[in-house]
């Protein structure tokens, strides 16, 4: 986990990662966002959206954030609805939306940096930009 980074997120005070008392019931509680640090403007992307879908419905922002990290090269924003909170389909569908939305965006994103990036094959794969790509081939070869 990349320190600080959630800090970044506190003006949405639903993404706060210690919002329950002891355990860690999800994988954001114990390790907050599990990708690189040019993708924060993509999660705060997310959370505005959030927040402003709840707000045109008159209602405080009611989600959990069960987690939150890159697999395959892209983000996968995994929000939940609690457990005593059964939403309706329009509110379920439009929070799916927004996921998907942001989760594509992670598509052209660097992962490390936030600049324009694609989608590279190398051992694993990586969204990155041409410098932070050649960066990481830099330091393959010198290891
Ligand atoms: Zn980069």
Redesign the pocket.
């Given at each position: 986990m990349i320190p600080n980074f959630e800090q970044k997120l506190i003006d949405y005070p639903w993404m706060k990662i210690s919002r329950y008392e002891g355990a860690n019931h999800h994988p954001y509680e114990a390790w907050g966002c599990e990708c690189g640090r040019?993708w924060l403007n993509l999660i705060r992307g997310m959370c505005q959206d959030l927040t402003e879908l709840y707000q045109s419905k008159g209602k405080e922002v009611n989600l959990v954030p069960s987690q939150i990290k890159e697999k395959f090269g892209t983000l996968r924003l995994y929000i939940d609805f609690p457990f005593d909170e059964e939403p309706d389909d329009e509110l379920r569908s439009a929070v799916r939306q927004i996921l998907s939305k942001w989760e594509e965006a992670s598509v052209t994103v660097?992962e490390?940096?936030?600049?324009e990036?694609s989608l590279r094959r190398g051992s694993w794969l990586q969204t990155?930009?041409d410098?932070?790509?050649k960066g990481l081939n830099k330091e393959s070869e010198e290891n």
């Open positions: 040019g660097c490390n940096c936030g600049n990036g990155l930009c410098k932070c790509y």
